[in-house]
């Protein structure tokens, strides 16, 4: 399939079978805005808004476990939605406790592979951000994070100082767009991992290698369905985040209430829930059509399905 007829069978798949894909989608995305719950309770426990200065560092810390523990929901909600599709694409039937199901049964290798393709492409940029946010809290007045005022005062340091800072910061700041381009390419590598694991029941190495291998001449086309998955993701996060945007042009220099906070990961559950399988659906159909251009997978399942040769190790879901 063409770029675009790929869009149109996933646009197709996704309104076909709305409540099957909203429903798994709507479990991880559950998780996430538990996780995201927690962090908001461990704000109020620091005291927010008004969070001590030396707990800075602990907030920052619990912002980047944040985003690792999301991002393995993800990867996990991606696995879901890999076996939801890959059922509906072979003419199997598929139901949300299936799809969930098959995910705890090797909850570990997904973990893990997820694990291992964040940490080998976005390494490079996780440490830049470290580095970078490290200087800043080394050279900003205490409780700049969370107090707009103590944030506009300037940093005190002699003009030596302040040239070397802004030196080293400038050579971070530069390398942060190869960090960037090298993340999105050993990303795009790995794009079909996830459903050569699942489909193929691969073990992480295995799965690696057979993304890089199926994903070459198809990495530019994944790269505009991310594309577009993130236009309509930023479309609706601009709709959710309207009022918010009015309440910060109303009192600037003041925190968000923490009701607020509540409402807006509220707000990304939802956005998560309908934007999750998108993405999701069209990776998995990117996967079976990489198979067919390389492979003739089509064939193949048409000799297995008149009983040519043995069926293929995709296990049928468990019905409800």
Known sequence: MALGEILDR???LYRNHFLLFAGISAIFAGAMLFIQMLELGLMVSMGYPHIPPHLEW???VS???????IGLVAGLAIAAFNRAVAWIHLGEPATVRAAAGSVLLRLRRYLWLMTVTMFRAWTPLFV???ALFAMIFAIMPHGFLFTPQVAQQPPNM?????IE????????MLLFVPAVVYGAIMWLRYSLAMP??????LSTGMAIRRSIDLSQGSRGRIFVLWLLVYAVRMLLGLLFGFPFLVFGLKHPGHALPLGWLAVSEVAGFVTNTLIGPI????LTLFYYDQRIRKEGFDIEWMMQAAGLTPQPGLPAPEQV
């Open 10 to 12: 996933t646009a197709e």
């Open 58 to 60: 602990l907030y920052a």
């Open 63 to 69: 912002l980047g476990v944040e985003v690792l523990a």
């Open 128 to 130: 830049l951000y470290v």
């Open 158 to 162: 002699n003009p030596a100082q302040s």
């Open 165 to 172: 800072v802004l030196a080293v910061m400038a050579v971070l």
């Open 196 to 201: 050569a694991c699942v489909v193929e029941d």
């Open 279 to 282: 993405y999701s659906t069209g």
